[in-house]
């Protein structure tokens, strides 16, 4: 083979290999470039997943923080209207043992009184302390009453004002008792007037 040609076929096979290699190696960059594309995308996606896995994981955990906390305190209001109930039921047989053994009692002088004016004994004032006496009775139990059926009606709503509800069943309660104690002291003075009618007849 002549020095011309040999020197153009091996130029020409350089030529040929070469071109071969770069289209080799240049198949094997995009071949590459191509699988790392799919591995961002499948990274990209991963990361995705996390971070919305993360933010479910987060809204999730503070959901339960959040329905843990009301079912406490809807817990702590049953548990306080319980009390509430409790304490009602306390107030009505309280109410009611006053109001039986006064009104007792007021039935035992109205008997004597009768008796006595009968005799020609005038018992006109102990008469008319007694009515007083019996009709701040009645009246005392008719609030009594109301007062217990208010706080028996409480629920769920009214226990947001927790504090002012137990206040109020306090004051109310209170007024009550001193309106029983105020009957008591008006039967004592009927019985006081009683005995200085018996006196003032036997003079």
């Excluded at 906390?69 to 039921?89: D, F, G, M, P, S």
């Amino acid at each position: 083979m002549p020095p011309a040609k040999s020197l153009f076929f091996v130029l020409l096979l350089s030529v040929i290999f070469t071109s071969h290699a770069s289209a080799e190696v240049g198949n094997n960059l995009n071949s590459v470039l191509n699988r790392v594309a799919k591995e961002d995308k499948v990274q990209n996606r991963e990361d995705g997943l996390l971070k919305n896995t993360s933010k479910d994981v987060e809204e999730k955990r503070f959901e339960n923080v959040a329905v843990e906390k009301e079912r406490i305190q809807n817990k702590a209001q049953e548990t306080r209207i319980k009390l509430v109930q409790v304490h009602a039921e306390r107030l009505r047989k309280r109410f009611t043992f006053y109001y039986e053994r006064l009104q007792k009692l007021i039935d035992k002088l109205q008997n004597r009184i009768t008796a006595m004016d009968e005799k020609g004994i005038d018992v006109s004032v102990a008469q008319a302390k007694l009515n007083e006496a019996s009709a701040l009775l009645e009246s005392t139990k008719t609030e009594a009453d109301q007062a217990v059926v208010l706080f028996k009606s409480i629920d769920t709503e009214d226990m947001k004002n927790t504090g002012d509800v137990g206040k109020q069943m306090v004051s109310t309660a209170e007024g009550i008792r001193e309106n029983y104690v105020e009957v008591v002291k008006l039967l004592h003075e009927v019985v006081s007037l009683l005995k200085n009618a018996v006196k003032t007849t036997e003079e």
